[in-house]
């Protein structure tokens, strides 16, 4: 267990559909970031959030939205769900500052039919 | 743009075969450089971090290396466990967020 943890694990949904992905951040860890991960693509950073504001932002689609809240815990907000958004989604937390690079979570794995 | 590109895509050993995967990048400003190992259907797990040219890492069968254009992971005489995905990532000193290659999959065969 590393940690991170995100819920659900495994997700099925249809075209047009809106879905939220949850993560709590391991223990102390102020910042949050979101990877999708497509068997093309690797890991692709969408987004940041630091102690509950954005901090950086990636290739995220409009339909994409995130926020963190004041206990720490992100969502990733998934609308107008398309067959190509089928993908891992990966949390992950760091300490501000850190260098060691991040903890992930186990992710998400999504499957828009 | 920052960049990472990873080589080989796929890499089939022996087992006891050593090797090395290839990891190339572009950073304005180098913070770190990260080597994870991801097993399939599971997050990334963090293995080394690097950060400056000449620097080693050592982790059991494991060995990276810094240089200023490329980094490399030595595997010796590998066991079929270490099949996995091995990922690549840098870190910018302007900012935290990491940017990852695609990735080595190494598969050792027993």
């Known amino acids: 267990d590393s940690g991170v943890t995100q819920t659900p694990k495994h997700l099925i949904t249809a075209t047009g559909q809106r879905v939220t992905l949850r993560c709590s951040p391991r223990?102390?860890?102020?910042?949050v970031y979101w990877y999708q991960q497509s068997l093309d693509q690797g890991l692709q950073f969408l987004i940041q959030?630091?102690?509950?504001?954005?901090?950086a932002k990636g290739n995220i689609l409009e339909r994409f939205s995130a926020q963190q809240f004041p206990d720490l815990h992100s969502e990733l907000n998934l609308s107008s769900l398309e067959l190509g958004d089928s993908a891992l989604y990966f949390c992950?937390?760091?300490?501000?500052?850190?260098?060691?690079?991040?903890?992930f979570g186990s992710g998400t794995r999504l499957t828009v039919v | 743009e920052d960049q990472v590109t990873q080589s080989p895509e796929a890499l089939r050993l022996q087992e006891g075969e050593s090797s090395s995967l290839n990891c190339s990048y572009t950073?304005?400003?180098?913070?770190?450089l990260f080597w994870y190992r991801q097993d399939p259907g599971k997050g990334p797990e963090f293995l080394f971090t690097?950060?400056?040219a000449g620097e080693e890492k050592e982790k059991e069968r494991l060995k990276a290396t810094l240089t200023k254009k490329e980094s490399f992971l030595h595997i010796t005489a590998p066991k079929p466990e270490d099949s996995a995905t091995y990922l690549c990532?840098?870190?910018?000193?302007?900012?935290?967020?990491?940017?990852f290659g695609k990735g080595t999959r190494l598969h050792i065969l027993p």
């Open positions: 690097l950060y400056s």
């Open positions: 959030y630091y102690n509950g504001e954005e901090r």
């Open positions: 950073v304005s400003g180098l913070r770190g």
């Open positions: 223990s102390g860890d102020l910042s």
């Open positions: 992950a937390s760091s300490a501000w500052g850190q260098y060691y690079g991040y903890t």
């Open positions: 990532a840098v870190q910018a000193s302007r900012d935290d967020k990491i940017i």
